[in-house]
């Protein structure tokens, strides 16, 4: 994890958040499979807010996703998953941002 990376995560989500956030993707890294993922207890971080342009139904697009998730350190599909379970976006859009495990 990149210094710049911490910087940033803790401007836009204030420490707290970042500190968790910084958490759970250094668990990912030493995961040896998905099984060790969910071992993983719930982080409980509160509902994807902050960034309302970006949030906001018209201004999420694919480019857009990667961009974010590039500017942050982290991979595209993981910010799909909370617009997901945030309901910013349905569970059938931008499936191709996720990786398939097989």
Do not use: W
Not at 35 to 46: E, I, V
Not at 62 to 85: E, Y
């Amino acid at each position: 994890m990149c210094l710049k990376s911490i910087d940033l995560a803790s401007k836009n989500y204030g420490s707290d958040i970042a500190r968790k956030i910084i958490q759970r993707l250094y668990e990912i890294q030493a995961a040896n499979s998905l099984n060790d993922l969910n071992r993983l207890p719930p982080t409980r971080c509160h509902r994807l807010k902050g960034n309302k342009k970006f949030t906001s139904q018209n201004m999420i697009s694919k480019l857009s996703i990667i961009n974010f998730a590039k500017s942050i350190g982290i991979h595209p599909c993981m910010i799909v998953g909370r617009l997901q379970h945030d309901e910013y976006i349905g569970y059938n859009q931008y499936t191709e941002l996720i990786p398939k495990i097989s």
